[in-house]
């Protein structure tokens, strides 16, 4: 069998086949089967190996959720039977440094690991972090084959190791939901950009280069940092970048940001497997947050500022291009699984994505609002035209300034999680009555004499926090100094804008204070705004307002997303 069988595994129950394959003697025929209780054979298949890497491919008949199972694959007098296979639903869980994150580092961490013997039909597998500069066709290393869930051994392995809290917290969350077997197949890397993830075929459709970033000193694709959580989390750039290989577990939190290595080394030998899902958790940009205390003294080293900082992953790297690379690694990765399964993953698999935190409390920097908004391909919510059957977790409320890990990664991963299940019933599961996402803006009124705009959303509102600068206006040159992000003073909070001028362009953004919330509208105050209004935006921060406390949310404790 191939790397990523093995025994407690989960397959794609019906209506789609599970994919087997593996290697076996050129020519030969494998008979693959599937065995119940007592070794009673529910089905058998056969396959021929063949082409140059000598493999087998099998599709599995559609069977009902439930098990155990035994698997087997036999070639003349030689077998392997993989023991305790359940059939349910298989989500795969990708991104960066707060995908990985393990359940360990989380808010309420032994509540939850003590918790995991609770699930033991909630079966995980995380990929080792690899590189390859061709696409591969096997995993070269796993870090935690299928697993029934401890809370020692691999729940709480390590810090930023195995397992992925989100991904663990929506894996039980939708077993809860739904009380089907769960499959959860983990592959991140700290600190990588959406190029590392995307194949070539994603980035030539946004006009993209293949060899960006792949020569040159300024190109560098490992970035050193230090940081104080234990002593394998320091590390100096590798040697060698060029050839394929994997890494030692998650020693860093900066992986490689040259295109394609990382969609090459594990995601594209996850093809053949059948999913029903993707979860994906990336765009932050992997440094620490500046509360974080310094490096122990042995690690001061690498506490130069070439260090510290460094690392870009898409908020601040390619920033404005998001808007196309995100849809296009979305398109590609299902074509690419639709076609690698045999067309028994669903050409439309649901993904879903969580929206970026927070970082930095008080920067006038709006990389992060940007990289929010082009998350939804410039349209605010999705799904949508561009980004069909998506669901998102905005987090942008739960900032957590005194992570131990850094501001970069906050602790509270229960939310994120539970705002991700809801999308996934919607979305994935058609739980058409289910309200998965906050209210947006569908309408703006201006009344001209008062000075006033009406915005209507698009569900009930409750106001959590009442704030004279919760939205903006885009202004012309003579504003109040006081209207300036620079000077705010209330703690990173952001307010709502509006974009204002005489003449198109250019304008400024200003402060339009919240007069009123009614059921479903807010009513802003224009009086800085004494031109035209071309605009308006919020929650245009990187760090909008505090913890669960933005001002809108709907009466289900979902925030209203930011917008332009």
Known sequence: FASYYGD??????????????????LGAVVTVTLSGAGGLIVMEKTAQVK??????????????????????????LENVTLRDIYFGDVWLCSGQSNMAMTVLQVANASQELTAAARYPYVRIFAAAPARSDVELEDLERIDLPWSIPTAAENLGHGNFTYFSAVCWLLGRS????????IGLVEAAWGGTPIEAWSSRRALQACGLPEDMGREGPQSSLWHGACFNLRPALCFAPPSNLALSSSTSPHQHLSGPQTP?????????????????GVAWYQGEPPFLSPRVEKPPLSHRALTSPSFWGTGEANAFLHTDQYNCTFPALISDWRRAFHAGSARQTEPLLPFGFVQLSTYRRRSADDSFARLRWHQTANLGVVPNARMPSTFMAVAMDLGDEHSPYGSIHPRDKQNVAHRLLLGARAVAYGDKDLVFQGPYPTRAILEVTRGLLNVTYSQELVCRHRDAQAFEVRGGRSSPKSWEREDNTDGGFSPPQVCCSSQASPCWWLPAPVVAVGSRTVTLALSGCRTLVLGLRYAWAEWPCEYQACPLYNPQGLPAPPFL
């Open 8 to 25: 407690h595994m989960v397959l794609q129950k019906k209506p789609s086949g599970a994919v087997v394959w593996g290697r076996g003697e």
């Open 51 to 76: 082409g140059p890497s000598a493999t087998w491919t099998t599709v599995l008949d559609p069977m009902d959720r439930g098990g155990p199972y035994a698997l087997t694959a036999e070639q003349g």
């Open 174 to 181: 939708l077993y809860e939901a739904l009380g089907s077997p």
């Open 260 to 276: 394609s290595v990382l969609w090459n080394a594990m995601i594209h030998p996850l093809l053949n497997m059948t999913l029903r």
